[in-house]
């Protein structure tokens, strides 16, 4: 068909094998096999010409348009894909433990968009900072829009393997290690005092300066945290981590939000990545209410 195609717009075989690259004899080669297949004349061959018959006229008109609708297909194809960075700041603990396991999955449904992750416990500055997203459970500043993405769910958590957490009651912390970390330093004494427990005083006690080495302390047996379980449910599902306490919960506990500085138009990058989360974060949320009970 392309050896036609080619004949055919210039009524003339050798000019098609110039611009296909073959020889003449090729070329009506090629032109010969399609008429035997057809059962019709596409030419009328004469001396220095091949002019098309009406049929080969029709012919033409289809097969041409055909091959540009292929070339465009292809040219489309071969564009590069224009893309846009996203830049998302997010605290240690959410980004490792639930961010970064799931960027694949937006990767491959939005593969024209970049993200470009950072960390940070302080209060989104836009002003300052150069990110679009911000991830956080401080509630946003002035002008700042702030969509709620999942409640935070802080709850005793542990490794499954710590001896004796399997059957553990809220008086039995008094044998245990309770882990507390600077930067929710109100989460035992909370929920201790929730729990009609206020005065506990356990066997031991860990400090650490962020909640990202308090949950890895869980994972090592260390102990016994607090910490939100929406974004541990990978560890939870997984077994790293269990809930001791499935029914207790910290009260008025501050719910995870994405925080913008500005504007978005629907269908901006801002606005799948958006839209991406709550997605993931409904799930998560469900899934942690089911291990619940």
């Known amino acids: 068909m392309r050896a036609f195609e080619v004949a055919a717009r210039y009524e003339n075989f050798a000019r098609a094998a110039t611009e296909l690259h073959v020889t003449h004899g090729a070329v009506s080669r090629q032109i010969a096999l399609l008429e035997d297949w057809l059962g019709i004349p596409l030419f009328r061959r004469g001396a220095r010409?091949?002019?098309?018959?009406?049929?080969?006229?029709?012919?033409?008109?289809?097969?041409?348009?055909?091959?540009d609708r292929l070339e465009l297909a292809v040219t489309l194809l071969r564009r590069p894909v224009q893309t846009s960075t996203l830049n998302v700041s997010a605290t240690p603990t959410?980004?490792?433990h639930w961010l970064i396991p799931r960027l694949n999955r937006f990767t491959h449904r939005h593969p024209d968009i970049y993200i470009r992750l950072s960390s940070s416990l302080e209060p989104a500055d836009f002003s300052r900072d150069s990110y679009d997203v911000a991830i956080r459970r401080a509630p946003p500043g002035p002008s700042q829009q702030s969509i709620p993405l999942f409640p935070a769910m802080s709850m005793p958590i542990g490794s499954p393997d710590l001896p004796g957490i399997s059957t553990i009651t809220p008086a039995g912390l008094v044998r245990h290690t309770l882990i507390h970390t600077a930067t929710s330093p109100h989460s035992w004494p909370n929920l201790l005092h929730d729990m009609d427990l206020k005065g506990l005083q356990p066997a031991n006690a860990l400090y650490f300066d962020q909640l990202y080495f308090g949950v890895q302390a869980c994972i090592n047996k260390m102990g016994i945290a607090v910490a939100p379980a929406v974004i541990l449910v990978d560890d939870l599902l997984a077994e790293r981590l269990c809930l001791p306490f499935p029914h207790h919960r910290a009260e008025n506990d501050a719910?995870?939000?994405?925080?913008?500085?500005?504007a978005y138009d629907p269908g901006s990058p801002i606005s799948r990545f958006l839209e991406?989360?709550?997605?993931?974060?409904?799930?998560?949320?469900e899934a942690v209410l089911e291990l619940c009970g």
Do not use: D, H
């Open 49 to 67: 010409q091949a002019l098309l018959t009406p049929e080969g006229r029709e012919l033409l008109k289809e097969a041409s348009a055909s091959f």
């Open 255 to 262: 719910e995870y939000r994405a925080i913008v500085g500005a």
């Open 94 to 96: 959410f980004s490792m």
């Open 276 to 285: 991406w989360l709550l997605e993931e974060g409904q799930a998560s949320y």
